[in-house]
């Protein structure tokens, strides 16, 4: 039999059950690791997406700001196209979506703000997309099946012309040239 939030107290009070306090965690679930997306992300941008998450306390989604020159300090003093980088490749393989986007034009210093597309978004109530795992590699070694492999890695075939030396090697007459030097040394 599962337990209520609610409990009865001796005194005949109902009260609300304290929960367990448990440190702040990210969990990553496996069907997300394991997918292609996330192989295909190179380590600064899985380390983008942690630092991402750990903004997310369950009732911001949608509203996690995040500055390049701040995500850059704190993934190890990256330099922030590097870390501008990160970003792009998260919103491309759609773990990450924008949500208010930042530029020069807004005044003041405003960070753009971000979903994780793993969760329900806070601000519209959108369901979790989980767009990452939509997302293919194209032309990659996994998506390949053996005809397209096969076709793809083809032999290079010998080239058509032998390969030329110096300018002066393809005039006329220089072979004599070099016959009658060779006669004059050995004779």
């Known amino acids: 039999m ?48 942690i630092q991402t998450a750990l903004r997310y306390d369950g009732t911001n989604n949608g509203r996690i700001a995040l500055a390049v020159r701040k995500l850059a300090t704190e993934l190890g003093n990256l330099s922030r196209p590097t870390a501008a980088r990160a970003l792009h490749h998260l919103l491309e393989r759609g773990f990450i979506e924008v949500v208010k986007p930042s ?47 096969k076709s793809h890695h083809r032999p290079i075939p010998p080239p058509k012309t032998p390969p030329q030396s110096h300018q002066r090697d393809r005039e006329p007459g220089f072979d004599a040239f070099l016959k009658m030097q060779r006669e004059e040394s050995e004779g």
């Open 103 to 149: 530029g020069f034009n807004i005044k003041g210093r405003v960070a753009a703000e971000y979903r994780l597309t793993l969760y329900r978004c806070d601000v519209s109530g959108d369901l979790a997309s989980k767009a990452f795992m939509k997302w293919h590699p194209k032309n990659s070694f996994h998506s390949l099946t053996r005809e397209q492999f």
């Open 2 to 49: 599962s337990k209520g939030v609610w409990k009865l107290t001796p005194s005949g009070k109902t009260v609300r059950r304290k929960r367990h306090k448990s440190p702040p965690f990210v969990m990553l679930p496996k069907y997300m690791l394991k997918s292609a997306s996330w192989a295909s992300l190179p380590v600064t941008a899985r380390a983008a997406f």
